[in-house]
Every structure is written in structure tokens, then in C-alpha cells.
């Protein structure tokens, strides 16, 4: 398997590239990122530098690059795994129109484990019918985007099982008791935290809580190599850890 990494010099694209060099399977052809550094292979800070072949695209840069990634997925039919967060509405519909013309596989999480929490998390609000939901995540402080993409993959899982469900980041500016439909969203950062998301089913009477706490960053680039190795042979469309789960 031959593979671009976007964000190249990152914490996971630094991770991914490890990866890539203990399996015998697996090269990384060239290295994208606006940062200097020095690495292996070829990184330059365009994508459309490289001319030469490959087999899938993993993005774990920032969602400013997403046009970027897929022009370049679109134009040379390379699928690309989206592992980058915090992108904005014209982001996803640029996702999508790509996942027309080549296999996209896109997640908010690259952990199978937090996969499971988001599908525990969807029966959880289904059954629980009168329970208050709040979720809150925890990151390290360098991370830029909040609340994480997997914090809002978690909520828009719910949002699918309880359609008036919205989301609330902040209650400071309203004094007002909660209502029913309120998903309670919090960030919390700080230290070198890789991870953690809980999950709050309040009853009046009982509290559940769901979570998943990650240790390591390799947790995700293992998640980004499955998603990659999942994309091999696929037709055009738009694929997440729902179906990687279900193959």
C-alpha cells in the first residue's frame, strides 16, 4: 500500500509514518505540511507536487487543506481517508461532492473503540426516552478545534434517534432552567491529554455514563491504516466507521 500523508509532520501524521515503517506491506510515497521538518520520504508543502502512484490518501492535517486533498483525490481517483477535524458545512459538501468521483472515508475519530461508543451512545438516548444527555471532552492543550470532531460525531449519532435535539456549548449567557432537547456539550483542555469523552444519561431517579478514554496516538494512526486498507477496491461513495465496523 502506498501512501500520502497529509499533515506530515504532525503528531499523528508523525504516527502514521511509523506505522508505515514497521509493516512490510506499507510505504509512504510522499509527505505533505506547511511546516519544515525532515522525514523519509519526499514532503513538500502542495500536494500537487507529487505526480507519482499511489493508493490512498490519509489526511490527518487541518480542515483548511480539505479543498486541497480533494481536488487532488477527485482529479487522480486516489481515495482519501478525511481524519482531520473541525471542518465547517462547505467543508462537508466538498467532502461529499468528492465522495461522488472516488472512496472517501471520513470519521471524527479513527478509534474503533470510540466507534462502539457512538453506536452504545444511539441506543443508549433511544431507550432512555426522559434522560438528560451531556457529553464532555477532554484534550490536550495544543488542540485547536473545540468541541472535537468526535464529541459532535457522538451528539449528531444521538441527533439521528432524537430529531429535536440541539446542541448547547454554553448556558452562561441564559439564565433558564435546561429543556428536554438539549444536548449539553463540553470541551475541557489542558496538559498532554490524547483523549476522553464521557457521556452523561441523566434520570431523575439514576445516572448512566458511557466513555472512552485514549492513551496513545497510535490508537488513531491504526485506525487511519484499517480505514485506508478498508478503502482498497472500493467504488466511489462516502464510507465511516460504521461501515468499516460492518464488514
Same mark, same amino acid.
Given at each position: 500500500?502506498?501512501?500520502?500523508?497529509?499533515?506530515?509532520?504532525?503528531?499523528?501524521?508523525?504516527?502514521?509514518?511509523?506505522?508505515?515503517? &514497521?509493516?512490510? +506491506?506499507?510505504?509512504?510515497?510522499?509527505?505533505?505540511? %506547511? $511546516?519544515? @521538518?525532515?522525514?523519509?520520504?519526499?514532503?513538500?508543502?502542495?500536494?500537487?507536487?507529487?505526480?507519482?502512484?499511489?493508493?490512498?490518501?490519509?489526511?490527518?492535517?487541518?480542515?483548511?487543506?480539505?479543498?486541497?486533498?480533494?481536488?487532488?483525490?477527485?482529479?487522480?481517483?486516489?481515495?482519501?481517508?478525511?481524519?482531520?477535524?473541525?471542518?465547517?458545512?462547505?467543508?462537508?459538501?466538498?467532502?461529499?461532492?468528492?465522495?461522488?468521483?472516488?472512496?472517501?472515508?471520513?470519521?471524527?475519530n479513527m478509534s474503533v473503540g470510540v466507534a462502539l461508543l457512538c453506536k452504545l451512545c444511539k441506543e443508549a438516548a433511544a431507550f432512555l426516552e426522559g434522560a438528560d444527555i451531556e457529553i464532555t471532552e477532554k484534550h490536550h492543550n &495544543?488542540?485547536? +478545534?473545540?468541541?472535537?470532531?468526535?464529541?459532535?460525531? %457522538? $451528539?449528531? @449519532?444521538?441527533?439521528?434517534?432524537?430529531?429535536?435535539?440541539?446542541?448547547?456549548?454554553?448556558?452562561?449567557?441564559?439564565?433558564?432552567?435546561?429543556?428536554?432537547?438539549?444536548?449539553?456539550?463540553?470541551?475541557?483542555?489542558?496538559?498532554?491529554?490524547?483523549?476522553?469523552?464521557?457521556?452523561?444519561?441523566?434520570?431523575?431517579?439514576?445516572?448512566?455514563?458511557?466513555?472512552?478514554?485514549?492513551?496513545?496516538?497510535?490508537?488513531?494512526?491504526?485506525?487511519?491504516?484499517?480505514?485506508?486498507?478498508?478503502?482498497?477496491?472500493?467504488?466511489?461513495?462516502?464510507?465511516?466507521?460504521?461501515?468499516?465496523?460492518?464488514?
Amino acid at each position: 500500500m502506498k501512501l500520502i500523508i497529509c499533515g506530515a509532520f504532525g503528531r499523528m501524521g508523525r504516527a502514521v509514518a511509523s506505522l508505515a515503517e &514497521k509493516a512490510e +506491506d506499507t510505504d509512504v510515497v510522499f509527505g505533505v505540511d %506547511i $511546516a519544515s @521538518g525532515t522525514a523519509d520520504f519526499p514532503v513538500s508543502d502542495n500536494i500537487e507536487d507529487f505526480c507519482g502512484e499511489a493508493d490512498v490518501i490519509i489526511d490527518f492535517s487541518h480542515h483548511s487543506a480539505t479543498a486541497a486533498v480533494c481536488a487532488y483525490a477527485a482529479r487522480r481517483s486516489i481515495p482519501a481517508v478525511i481524519a482531520s477535524t473541525g471542518h465547517t458545512e462547505e467543508d462537508k459538501a466538498l467532502i461529499a461532492a468528492t465522495a461522488e468521483k472516488t472512496a472517501i472515508f471520513m470519521s471524527g475519530n479513527m478509534s474503533v473503540g470510540v466507534a462502539l461508543l457512538c453506536k452504545l451512545c444511539k441506543e443508549a438516548a433511544a431507550f432512555l426516552e426522559g434522560a438528560d444527555i451531556e457529553i464532555t471532552e477532554k484534550h490536550h492543550n &495544543k488542540k485547536l +478545534d473545540a468541541p472535537s470532531g468526535t464529541a459532535l460525531m %457522538i $451528539a449528531d @449519532g444521538i441527533k439521528k434517534v432524537r430529531e429535536d435535539s440541539r446542541y448547547v456549548y454554553d448556558r452562561s449567557s441564559v439564565r433558564q432552567a435546561r429543556e428536554k432537547n438539549e444536548i449539553g456539550i463540553h470541551s475541557i483542555r489542558g496538559g498532554n491529554i490524547v483523549g476522553e469523552h464521557e457521556v452523561l444519561f441523566a434520570l431523575g431517579n439514576e445516572h448512566i455514563t458511557l466513555s472512552h478514554s485514549a492513551f496513545s496516538r497510535e490508537l488513531f494512526a491504526d485506525g487511519a491504516f484499517k480505514a485506508a486498507r478498508f478503502l482498497t477496491g472500493k467504488k466511489a461513495g462516502l464510507y465511516n466507521m460504521e461501515d468499516l465496523l460492518a464488514e
